[in-house]
């Protein structure tokens, strides 16, 4: 781009723009100045009916208005406080289009290549290759929408888009550390970057763009660069972020959803592998805490067995128990029976004799 | 004398300041960006890299800008 009418015509649509951005903090101002306006009448008036209530003697009316100045002072303290930031303005005159016109010379410059899309209303300018600690992510076009540089306080009015991605293999939508859905999350240089396009600073707003995407900082990115190719699953080989994998602490590894469980008795978490499986609630179980029945040396978890014992085992036991105590009754029974049979009959002997 | 200072790191702030006469680009870098390395910073003079040893004059306009910052 090096036509100078292009220039000047890029140049009058940032100013009109930025004309529209001095403008709405200005309304804004008036809203909240509105706003205040009417909360100070608010208190005028509690203040009154304080006034005429203390002098009829009407005590309880006058603690009800003096809560409601309490109110009233409160929110009021709330808005001037809001409002004084937004009253002390910008410090700097609108950009002269002159001075436009030479920014974005600066740009191209800077950038070597500076393109407008004349339908899309945009101005965009080629990063260098990222390379952030050995990962590539490629080159990346900062597009800044002009028609949106008057809500530059409201929504970002610029993009950042990869042109070779290589995104995170957990997600697709994270080209950068630090941009997700082509948004930068600016970090340290938020403040700088809007007082860039306030003042019409056209390429410091690019330079700052362009310090932080060459930037990693690593306490606060979306996916890490550690993290960037995922963890693969040990079973089964699945991608997954650090947040979806489950770490079995026998056998030290990581695994997805579907192959990792966790102990019903002690609550933690283990691979498929290293649980077993109750043989009664088929809940599973980790080593620790499955447990073999003192009987029939099945595995079980803990809360189904009673004393080492599992139920079934128990059963069969107090079956065999009542078995038991019922032929002992019976042989009990049988015995002076027996007994009588084994004593001699003397009636037919002595007859016999 | 009296230059214009952008100072693109934090705020991003552009300011009037008076410094002394026959100061240079380096002398005005290490009085505002105490301690600080120069090759972290993109300093351009009247939007031109300007040579270390370059003086400034009446009307300057000086900005800072860092290589390197945070994004979150």
């Keep these: 781009m090096e036509d100078i009418r292009e220039f000047i015509r890029i140049a009058n649509t940032v100013h009109d723009e930025l ?40 005590f309880t009316a006058a603690e009800s208005s003096c ?6 002072l409160g929110e009021m303290s709330c808005s001037i406080s809001q409002i004084q930031p937004m009253a002390e303005g910008p410090r700097k005159e609108l950009p002269k289009l002159s001075s436009l016109v030479e920014e974005l010379r600066q740009l191209q410059q800077e950038f070597g290549d500076v393109h407008f899309d004349d339908e899309q209303n945009s101005l965009s300018v080629t990063t260098e290759p990222v390379t952030l600690d050995g990962l590539y992510l490629g080159p990346f076009r ?53 007082a860039a396009i306030e003042q019409g600073r056209l390429c410091d707003f690019f330079t700052l763009v362009r310090s932080i995407l060459n ?63 109750c043989e009664n609630c088929q809940q599973m179980v980790c080593r620790n805490c499955i447990v073999k029945c003192a009987e029939c040396g099945e595995r079980f978890c803990n809360l189904c067995l009673d004393e080492d014992v599992c139920e079934s085992c128990k059963q069969e036991s107090e079956v065999q128990e009542n078995e038991e105590q019922r032929e002992n009754k019976d042989r009990t029974d049988d ?5 009588a049979k084994s004593r001699p009959d003397e009636g037919p002997a002595k007859l016999a004799g | 004398m009296r230059i214009l ?50 003086v400034l004059k009446e009307g300057d306009r000086v900005t ?7 994004g979150a």
């Design chain 1, 19 to 58: 004309v529209k951005l001095r403008k709405d903090r200005h309304m804004k101002l008036l809203r909240r100045l509105a706003d205040l306006a009417a909360k100070f009448q608010e208190l005028a008036r509690d203040s009154r009916k304080m006034g005429v209530s203390l002098a009829r003697g009407w």
């Design chain 1, 67 to 72: 809560w409601g100045v309490r109110r009233a």
């Design chain 1, 142 to 194: 900062i597009q800044l929408q002009l028609d949106t540089l008057g809500r530059v306080y409201d929504m970002s009015p610029y993009s950042v888009i990869a042109l070779d991605p290589h995104p995170a293999s957990t997600d697709e939508s994270v080209t950068h550390p630090h941009v997700r859905d082509e948004r930068l999350c600016e970090g340290d240089g938020a403040t700088a970057i809007k």
């Design chain 1, 215 to 277: 930037t990693y900082a690593p306490d606060s990115p979306y996916i890490s660069i550690d993290e960037w190719d995922g963890t693969p699953c040990y079973e089964c080989g699945y991608i997954m972020g650090s947040e979806d994998a489950y770490y079995c602490s026998y056998c030290e590894h990581d695994f997805c959803e579907q192959c990792s469980t966790y102990c019903q008795s002690c609550e933690e978490v283990f691979c498929l592998q290293c649980a077993g499986q």
């Design chain 1, 335 to 339: 015995r002076p029976a027996a007994e």
């Design chain 2, 5 to 54: 200072f952008i100072d693109n790191e934090g705020g991003g702030y552009a300011d009037y300041l008076d410094i002394a006469e026959h100061t240079t680009i380096d002398q005005f870098f290490t009085i505002k960006m105490s301690g600080r390395s120069a090759s972290d910073f993109l300093i351009r003079v009247n939007r031109q890299p300007v040579p270390q040893d370059y």
């Design chain 2, 64 to 70: 800072i800008t860092p290589t390197k910052i945070d």
